[in-house]
């Protein structure tokens, strides 16, 4: 089997219904998986759930149900939502599932038989709320605890350990010399080699007591306990490659390899800021001493917030992601993410600004340009496309180059940026043209066979160039362009692509205006 680009998204608590936080990285994510299968990549795209801990036990029992119960209820809702955001995920992982407890007990099998994990007891702060002990370096200067440790006791307990200091080093060095881990945007990666040359790793707790918490995976070395949700977490990732038979991914844990798995480990992590920390230095640390290889990239993005204030289900501040694309579309909604924000920066959603983006670069922009164009093409030509011109080639040609660049770069908001120099150049082109005055003047007739081609030929492009982020869009496009298949490989963005004597569909209009007043 061939080499895949393997890229993942973080796994969703599995304690509410999604909200835009979560559909955004999974649409981002999305957008750079179809980027690279246009590319001619060969593309694994995993998400999934995080069904264990006390926070789904807790979500469980809120409404009185046995937690599998309850996970496999409500996981077939994320399932559709997934399916609602147009993600084109090659599996779906659960936490739950045995495939993914296999992998986690070997890990934990392997760590302990090579004597990398210890028993101790430990007596400390512990912070129910995160399931994480606190130590007073957590400590706000006025001596309390912050307030999203909620409420913080005092505990004494035999637990699990494994101590990362060892490989302290040899992370630093692989984030700063040698780039085994490469951490997007570089503000993000600086700031994990801060933390990393500044405090001392301290020893992770790997496990939970059944008696205080027992939804989670058994440790294989002791009944008594179960796996801690973050180790139990980020094993999704090697879980998928290692139970198909992944060599890089099985091989070290001991797990049976197939030759006709796929070669997927390494992967390309998507995740945010708030969980950087778990991806960039717990997780490289657990592969490599695991005998795995750490990952090919992470990539973090940024929170967002509405109207300036952080979403919050208790104070009502929350974007629905499935009623923005019930309204307003699914392209709609992808597109807004996408072109709002880079991977790296915070964002802020606002109806209006979502309005406005809709009505004056989906609406006026994209839908003008290519519903006009063929309008003009149908009226003037009969749907028949003219000889092949070049007047608008160069500014194709450019635009696909930066924007297949910028795509490659991960500059997932920068692609968009680029290819809508495409479609203002291609809307000015109409202004300056006027093709509704040369197709009065016979005279003008090769004139606007060269602006009809033109005009149409952008309009391919641009669905080409649009497929990774409004995949349904430029779908439509292609097929009111009288094109079978899906404009779904980059190399297709070269110019001449229509040929001449070709007849176009039917013209239809792709975002239609709205009365912005009524919202
Ligand atoms: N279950 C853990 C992740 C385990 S990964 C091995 C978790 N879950 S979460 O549901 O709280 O968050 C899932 C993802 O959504 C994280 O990457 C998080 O950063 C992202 N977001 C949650 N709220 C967000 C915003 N308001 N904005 C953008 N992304 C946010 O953490």
Redesign the pocket.
Known sequence: MSERFYIT?????LNGLP????A??KVITDVIARSRRAMGESVFYLTGL?EHGQKVQQAAAAEGKEPQAYCDELSAVWRAAAGRLGLSNDDFIRTTESRHRQVVQAMLAKLYGEGRIYRSTYEGWYSTKEETFLTDKDRLPDGTFPAHYGEVTRLSETNYFFPLKPYQAWLIDAIETTGELRIYPEYRRNEVLGFLKNEVLEDLCISRPKARLSWGIPLPFDPDYVTYV?FD??T??VSVPASLGDKAAAGPLNLPVRAEAPLLWPAVHV?????LK??AVFWPIMLKASGLAVPRQILA?????KDGE??SKTTGNVVDPIAVIDEWGLDAFRYYVTRELDIGPD?NWTNAGFQARYQAELANGLGNLVNRSLKMLVSYRAGRVPAVSRDLEPDATRAAAAAVQAYREFGTQRALVETWELVTRANRFVEETAPFKLAKDPTQAARLDSVLYSLVEACRILAVLLYPVIPTTASRIYSQLGLSGAPDRFAEAAWGGLAEGHTVGTPEALFPRRDLAKG
């Open positions: 998204t973080a796994i969703d608590y909200h835009l936080g979560h955004y990285e995080d973050w977490a980020l999704n990732y995740l945010g800021k708030d969980i778990f991806h993005h940024g929170w967002w917030q952080k979403l964002g």
